[in-house]
C-alpha cells in the first residue's frame, strides 16, 4: 500500500514570499491532517479535513496560512507571506477516520521549509 | 488542555542495555495513547498504541508501553536497544471530542543516541 506523499521535499524561500506545499493522502482515508514541526519540538496539528470539510482549523494562523482538500483527496497547504519563524518541517498525515478507534495517522515524510 | 511531557530531552544507552522513555500526560477523559518514532528526515511511525484493555502493549521493532491511570504516564520501554534504534521518540495523546478524533498532541519528544 502506498504510503502519504508530500512535495517538495525541501524548500527555500525569503521572508514574505509566498509557498505551497502538497500531499496526496493514502487511498481510502477519509480523515487528513496538517501538522508544522518546529525544531526541538513535537508536531502541531495546523489544520484537519474530514473529507473535503474542515474539522478543526483552531491552530491555523489564517491571516497567512490557508489549506484546502478539494474532491476531499489531496491537499494544499499555502503560506503568503511568510515569516523566519514559519521555519519548519510540515507533516501531512492521514487516516481511515471512521470511528475513533481508526484514528491511527499514518506520516508523510514532510516537507522541510526554511525561510530566509 | 490536553498535554504530553517528555522529561528527557536526550537519552543515551549502549548498545545491549534497556531502555525506558518516560511520557506523562493530562487529559480528562480515557486518553488513547500512541508512541511515534522519528529517524533523521523521516515521517512519523507508528510504534504502538493503546486505547483500552491491557495495560501493557506491545508494538514494533521489539518496543512496549505500560499505561498507569495512576500515574498518568504512558513509558515505553526495551530490553535490549540496537544501534538502529537511535532517533527521536514521541509520546502522543487523541484529545478527541465530539467527531473530532485523530487530532494529535505530541510531547516534546526524545532524543535517544546509542553507544556500541
Known amino acids: 500500500e502506498a504510503g502519504v506523499a508530500q512535495s517538495p521535499r525541501y524548500k527555500i524561500i525569503e521572508k514574505r514570499q509566498s509557498v505551497a506545499f502538497w500531499c496526496n493522502p493514502i487511498?481510502?482515508?477519509?480523515?487528513l491532517y496538517w501538522y508544522q514541526q518546529i525544531l526541538g519540538q513535537g508536531p502541531k496539528l495546523l489544520i484537519q479535513?474530514?473529507?473535503?470539510?474542515?474539522?478543526?482549523d483552531s491552530q491555523l494562523p489564517k491571516d497567512r496560512f490557508s489549506a484546502e482538500r478539494l474532491k476531499g483527496v489531496d491537499s494544499t497547504l499555502k503560506i503568503q507571506p511568510a515569516k523566519l519563524e514559519d521555519s519548519a518541517v510540515y507533516l501531512c498525515?492521514?487516516?481511515?477516520?471512521?470511528?475513533?478507534?481508526?484514528?491511527?495517522?499514518?506520516f508523510g515524510q514532510g516537507t522541510r521549509l526554511t525561510v530566509v | 488542555a490536553q498535554s504530553v511531557t517528555q522529561p528527557d530531552i536526550h537519552i543515551t544507552v549502549s548498545e545491549g542495555a534497556s531502555l525506558e522513555l518516560r511520557c506523562n500526560y493530562s487529559?480528562?477523559?480515557?486518553?488513547?495513547l500512541f508512541w511515534y518514532v522519528q529517524s533523521p528526515g523521516q515521517g512519523l511511525q507508528l510504534l504502538l498504541k493503546?486505547?483500552?484493555?491491557?495495560?501493557l502493549v506491545q508494538g514494533i521493532k521489539g518496543f512496549e508501553a505500560e499505561f498507569k491511570r495512576s500515574q498518568s504516564s504512558f513509558n515505553l520501554r526495551k530490553p535490549s536497544v540496537h544501534w538502529s534504534d537511535a532517533a527521536e521518540y514521541f509520546c502522543?495523546?487523541?484529545?478527541?471530542?465530539?467527531?473530532?478524533?485523530?487530532?494529535?498532541?505530541f510531547g516534546q519528544g526524545t532524543i535517544l543516541t546509542v553507544h556500541p
Open positions: 498525515a492521514s487516516s481511515l477516520g471512521r470511528g475513533r478507534r481508526n484514528t491511527e495517522a499514518f
Open positions: 487511498s481510502g482515508h477519509a480523515t
Open positions: 479535513f474530514q473529507n473535503n470539510g474542515v474539522v478543526d
Open positions: 487529559y480528562g477523559a480515557t486518553p488513547y
Open positions: 493503546y486505547f483500552s484493555g491491557d495495560t
Open positions: 502522543a495523546v487523541d484529545n478527541a471530542g465530539g467527531t473530532s478524533y485523530g487530532k494529535l498532541t
